[in-house]
């Protein structure tokens, strides 16, 4: 099992629409949570950052975390064709000792906005 | 503020030549890390830095790999001799003190796309 999965897509969606995308994670250590847009051939771009169970809203964009099913999610509302990339979710443990910070990524859902 | 920098951004070589890959994170970041995107696989961490010294390397795939941080600034990687599965994209990132709270949140370079003929 990959520490941390994400639906690989690819996921398309029409202009306008919400695009959902999901994450789960199987150390329970972690507790930092990131999701990054990578366009292709540039390096990823952080977008949200998440640490606590519930909802944060930037924007657009809203992250859903829920450590107790160990699930994160973004939501991107109003979907436009300049978000088409493949999106990152990522896990860190920020707890004491020598992994903390470390990025657990998954492999990543690409999605497609078409106008 | 300029961001992470990454040099070269494109490296050919063959296998069993050498070749360093370098990093300059964000200025004052203490935090430094690298990563590797091998084709077809998710991102994965080698190692990192809290300013000059090795805090988890325990990404690094072997002993051809060797990173430095003199001085706490820029970082190498250093890949000596170079084997055909070492090809891929090379990302450093780096991030602040570890107790200034927002610490975690990583910046990325634009990466190194080493390929090993």
């Known amino acids: 099992q990959k520490e941390v999965e994400q639906n690989s897509g690819p996921l398309s969606v029409p202009e306008g629409a919400i695009a959902s995308l999901n994450c789960t994670y199987s150390?329970?250590?972690?507790?930092?949570f990131f999701w990054y847009r990578q366009y292709s051939g540039k390096s990823p771009e952080l977008i949200m950052s998440?640490?606590?169970?519930g909802d944060k809203e930037d924007g657009r964009f809203t992250a859903q975390l829920n450590k107790a099913s160990q699930y994160v999610s973004l939501l991107i509302r109003d979907s436009q064709p300049s978000d088409s990339a493949t999106y990152l979710c990522a896990a860190s443990s920020n707890a004491g000792g020598t992994s903390y910070g470390k990025l657990t990524f998954g492999q990543g859902t690409i999605l497609t906005v078409h106008p | 503020e300029a961001g992470v920098t990454q040099f070269p951004s494109h490296s050919v070589i063959e296998k069993g030549q050498t070749v360093t890959l370098r990093c300059d994170p964000i200025?004052?970041?203490?935090?430094l890390y690298w990563y590797r995107r091998v084709m077809g696989k998710e991102i994965k961490f080698l190692l990192h830095?809290?300013?000059?010294?090795?805090?988890?390397e325990s990404g690094m795939p072997n002993n051809r790999f060797l990173a430095e941080r003199t001085g706490g600034t820029y970082s190498t990687l250093k890949v000596q001799p170079a084997e055909l599965e070492d090809s891929g994209v090379y990302f450093c990132a780096s991030s602040q003190d570890p107790h200034s709270g927002m610490s975690h949140e990583q910046f990325f370079g634009p990466g190194t796309r080493l390929t090993v003929l």
């Open positions: 150390d329970r250590v972690s507790q930092s």
């Open positions: 200025s004052g970041h203490d935090n």
């Open positions: 998440i640490y606590s169970n």
């Open positions: 830095f809290v300013k000059e010294s090795k805090q988890d």
